[in-house]
């Protein structure tokens, strides 16, 4: 058996082979990258989805073959605090929120307590007020602590010619790469696009006015979505401004293109301009008299500071919400 993907020239494929005397299929050989658009595979409904090659590959993991079955996955991931934190975190809906949260708070009460004395609104998309997308951190200064450390004892210029040096590697290698993308949306936002294309396998999408239709899941729950107003009663589509599962189910329906319901922020034309600058190299100087010419003749002094008693601070002051965490010797050896 050969599954072939509905797009025009797509080399998305899969070989199976019947097994004998039984109801399943071996995967002999995957081709799992698709090159169509999300528009062209709107013929999904005759083609095998990911759930059905899931069904399949399951089979070969399930009974003796001792691989975990999905329900014991799921109540392991669960149990932990991280994946909790983190489902809660990327909440859309401030019903699902809380009803994650409430989990956390039956599973570990002081965790619960932590996370409300940091801020709901510093760590949750459901609680933040402006347009997080879908960046779940803001501190960029924690990113450039960690490439400064080893140029972190140079002096001032040597320091900041580290960092121009950064940048202008940053900026050539994103360049190149974003003059190799071929397609309209950037590779990131593509796989999120196509990530929620294959999970619109049985949606029921009912049209109930102009570009405004109902979309029902497989568990029979209901959303609203609007694709003029690029909005959806799950909040995804309005927050990520990246059409949700529904909204491609809809805009299938009303036979609209996908690509046209993301924002333009995430196309390559924007991420090429972007990267479209170059950081220019400082030019040479002999001395420390070309800078004196450089400055028409002013004199630089350094600044009236006293420098504080001690060794100068090398860690790094910490974030809102951080705490040192000190366990003594015997809290170790106990643990």
Same mark, same amino acid.
């Given at each position: 058996? *050969?599954?072939?993907?509905?797009?025009?020239?797509?080399?998305?494929?899969?070989?199976?082979?019947?097994?004998?005397?039984?109801?399943?299929?071996?995967?002999?050989?995957? *081709?799992?990258?698709? +090159?169509?658009?999300?528009?062209? #595979?709107?013929?999904?409904?005759?083609?095998?989805?990911?759930?059905?090659?899931?069904?399949?590959?399951? /089979?070969?993991? !399930?009974? /003796?073959?001792?691989?975990?079955?999905?329900?014991?996955?799921?109540?392991?991931?669960?149990?932990? =605090?991280?994946?909790?934190? @983190?489902?809660?975190?990327?909440?859309? #809906?401030?019903?699902?929120?809380? /009803?994650?949260?409430?989990?956390?708070?039956?599973?570990?009460?002081?965790?619960?307590?932590?996370? +409300?004395?940091?801020?709901?609104? =510093?760590?949750?998309?459901? =609680?933040?007020?402006?347009? #997080?997308?879908?960046?779940?951190?803001?501190?960029?200064?924690?990113?450039?602590? %960690?490439?400064? #450390?080893?140029?972190?004892?140079?002096?001032?210029?040597?320091?900041?010619?580290?960092?121009? !040096?950064?940048?202008?590697?940053?900026?050539? %290698?994103?360049?190149?790469?974003?003059?190799?993308?071929?397609?309209?949306?950037?590779?990131? &936002?593509s796989g999120i696009v196509t990530d929620n294309f294959?999970?619109? !396998?049985?949606?029921? &999408?009912?049209?109930?006015?102009?570009?405004?239709?109902?979309?029902?899941?497989?568990?029979?729950? !209901?959303?609203?979505?609007?694709?003029?107003?690029?909005?959806?009663?799950?909040?995804?589509?309005?927050?990520?401004?990246?059409?949700?599962? =529904? @909204?491609?189910?809809?805009?299938?329906?009303?036979?609209?293109? &996908?690509?046209?319901?993301?924002?333009?922020?995430?196309?390559?034309?924007?991420?090429? %301009?972007?990267?479209?600058?170059?950081?220019?190299?400082?030019?040479?100087?002999?001395?420390l008299a070309d800078l004196v010419t450089d400055f028409?003749?002013?004199?630089?002094?350094?600044?009236?500071?006293?420098?504080?008693?001690?060794?100068?601070?090398?860690?790094?002051?910490?974030?809102?919400?951080?705490?040192? *965490? %000190?366990?003594?010797?015997?809290?170790? &050896?106990?643990?």
């Amino acid at each position: 058996m *050969v599954l072939e993907c509905c797009g025009d020239d797509c080399p998305w494929r899969v070989y199976a082979v019947k097994l004998k005397e039984a109801d399943v299929f071996e995967i002999r050989k995957v *081709v799992p990258d698709h +090159l169509c658009t999300v528009d062209e #595979r709107g013929g999904y409904q005759t083609q095998a989805t990911s759930s059905v090659i899931g069904e399949l590959m399951r /089979s070969k993991f !399930g009974g /003796s073959c001792g691989g975990p079955k999905p329900r014991e996955i799921r109540q392991m991931m669960r149990g932990d =605090h991280d994946y909790l934190v @983190a489902k809660a975190a990327r909440a859309f #809906r401030l019903q699902e929120f809380y /009803s994650i949260f409430n989990e956390i708070k039956t599973m570990d009460p002081k965790c619960a307590e932590y996370l +409300l004395d940091v801020g709901v609104e =510093h760590w949750a998309r459901s =609680h933040f007020s402006g347009n #997080r997308y879908n960046v779940m951190t803001s501190n960029l200064a924690e990113s450039w602590n %960690s490439v400064l #450390r080893e140029a972190r004892e140079y002096p001032v210029i040597p320091l900041i010619e580290f960092i121009r !040096g950064k940048l202008t590697a940053w900026f050539a %290698s994103r360049r190149e790469a974003a003059q190799k993308n071929s397609g309209k949306l950037t590779p990131k &936002v593509s796989g999120i696009v196509t990530d929620n294309f294959e999970q619109t !396998g049985g949606y029921l &999408v009912t049209m109930i006015g102009e570009d405004e239709y109902e979309v029902r899941n497989k568990n029979g729950a !209901g959303f609203h979505v609007d694709l003029v107003n690029k909005t959806c009663s799950c909040g995804e589509f309005q927050m990520l401004s990246i059409p949700c599962s =529904h @909204a491609i189910a809809s805009a299938i329906k009303g036979k609209i293109g &996908v690509d046209s319901l993301v924002s333009p922020a995430y196309t390559v034309e924007k991420l090429r %301009s972007a990267y479209a600058g170059s950081v220019l190299p400082v030019p040479d100087f002999t001395g420390l008299a070309d800078l004196v010419t450089d400055f028409g003749g002013m004199q630089l002094c350094p600044p009236l500071t006293r420098r504080p008693p001690g060794r100068p601070k090398k860690q790094r002051f910490f974030s809102r919400g951080e705490k040192i *965490v %000190s366990e003594s010797r015997f809290d170790n &050896v106990m643990k």
